[in-house]
Each structure stands twice: as C-alpha cells, then as structure tokens.
C-alpha cells in the first residue's frame, strides 16, 4: 500500500522569497516520487521526478526536490518565487513500473503576493 | 506540436444521458488513461489502457466505459450521467507504462443536472 500527505492545501509567499511545498509518503517499496504542477484552467504538468538516483533532484523553472527516505519526506522548494509560479501542485507517489498506481496528492495551492 | 487533445473542453448533461469524451495524443505514446479530479480529492484513475485493444478498470470505473481501436485515441463513455460525475476530467498519455511521466490534456469540465 502507498499513499501520500500533502501537508498545507494553502501557501502564500511573497514575490522572491522561498518557497518550500511539504509532501510525506508512505509506501511498502522503494517508491518513485514526482511533482507535478497545474496552472489555472490547464493540465497538469511534470515538475521533476525521482527514481533512486540522486536524492536532490532538479526540476523545471528553478524548482527542487529532497528525497528524505528517514524522514519519508519529498519536500518542493524554489530559492525566490516569481508570480508565474501561481498554481496548484500535486506530490505523487508511485510503484516502480507501474503508471495506473500513481497515488496523488490532493494538491497545495501556491498563491504568490506582489 | 498539440500533445494531448481532449474535447469538450466543457458540457452541461441531464442526469441519464449519454456522452463521449475525446482524448487523442499524436506522440506515439503507448499508455493512455483518463482521471477525474474532484475539490479536495486530488486526481482519481477511472480507466486505463497499456495499447491499442487493452483496457483496464482505475480506483473508480463504475459508470464509465472506454475502447482503445487506436494508439493515438482513447475515449471515455459516460453510460447514464449521474450528479455525482460532475467533475473535471483530465486524459493523460506516456511513452510506456512504467515512467511516471505523463502528458496531460488540458481538461473537461462535465456538469450533470
């Protein structure tokens, strides 16, 4: 069984200061672990994604993500928040080899103040 | 290039009718599935499909109906609409099944009456 904890619905920050998204997982297996980020009215788009290989990993549009196996953690940071960066984002956990068990998270919206 | 398309990108129904979404993807890719997003829920599996002629059923099927005669289409069939299908529906396509990656449409806002 695997599922994931997306600790805040809700962040706001303030243009150019740090943004930090929480994500904690369970899972029975060595899981794959992905961000994904949706702007209003659009699809979801893939942030980055980890697989077992380097625990910092480095995404789109200067976000990173921490790989925590002890603290079963997969928190999303970016050092300076731009406005384009308004959107709702979605930690999701997976299975090796196998898409339809994506579990996703039920989302933090990022609201980024002027 | 268009990537995943889906339409409509939104439609009202009465409770019982019968509707098809379209998703089709002009990436070549092998894995297609539909999910449906709720407020609050995150994003559900209703139905997926690993190539053209082989389906197979989500976390939340019931009421739905898909076909895969094709790599590039993958529809999604609401039998009988129920209030309860109002959502925002969302197919995503991947290169193969096992990459995590998937390419998104950009949604189907459905509104059963």
């Known amino acids: 069984a695997q599922s994931v904890t997306q600790l805040d619905s809700h962040v706001s920050v303030s243009e150019g200061t740090p943004v930090l998204l929480r994500c904690n997982y369970s899972s029975s297996y060595s899981p794959s672990l992905f961000w994904y980020v949706q702007h209003p009215n659009k699809g979801l788009q893939l942030l980055l994604k980890y697989t077992s290989a380097a625990t910092l990993v480095k995404g789109i549009n200067g976000f990173e993500a921490e790989f925590k196996k002890s603290e079963t953690s997969f928190h999303l940071t970016k050092p300076s928040a731009h406005m384009s960066d308004a959107a709702e984002y979605f930690c999701v956990v997976s299975l090796p080899l196998e898409n339809e068990k994506l579990t996703f998270g039920t989302g933090t919206r990022l609201t980024i103040i002027p | 290039n268009a990537g995943v398309t889906q339409t409509p990108k939104f439609q009202v129904l009465k409770t019982g009718q019968s509707m098809t979404l379209q998703c089709a993807q002009d990436m070549n890719h092998e894995y297609m599935s539909w999910y449906r997003q709720d407020p609050g829920m995150g994003l559900r599996l209703i139905h997926y499909?690993?190539?053209?002629?082989?389906?197979d059923q989500g976390e939340v099927p019931n009421g739905y109906n898909v076909s895969r005669s094709t790599t590039e289409d993958f529809p999604l069939r609401l039998l009988s609409a129920a209030p309860s299908q109002t959502s925002v529906y969302f197919c995503?396509?991947?290169?193969?099944?096992?990459?995590?990656?998937?390419?998104f449409g950009e949604g189907s806002r459905l509104t059963v009456l």
């Open positions: 499909s690993v190539g053209a002629g082989i389906t």
């Open positions: 995503a396509s991947s290169y193969s099944r096992d990459t995590g990656e998937l390419f």
